[in-house]
């Protein structure tokens, strides 16, 4: 799953699962400001759904870069394709 919309289609359902926000509510440009709940503690949250979701872990530099949906599926597509 390299392209990005299978990965952005995943991510979306993770966003349901960690803030109850409709898949299709969640573009490429969506950002924390944008998802109420999206917070420090929110954050921590998606990102253990996403790891789990993607069977990836993540670093904390990934973490932080995490700004956005387009951010998060450019990490993800990373790790999948270096097989992390």
Known sequence: MNDTDGVLTKVR??????FG???????????ARDIPGWDSV???????NLEQAFKIS???DEMMEMENVREI???IQAKLAKGV
């Open 13 to 18: 359902e993770v966003f349901k699962d960690s």
């Open 42 to 48: 929110g954050h921590l949250s998606l990102a253990s």
């Open 73 to 75: 599926v450019r990490i």
């Open 58 to 60: 993540l670093d904390v």
């Open 21 to 31: 926000i409709e898949p299709e509510k969640v573009s490429l440009e969506t950002a």
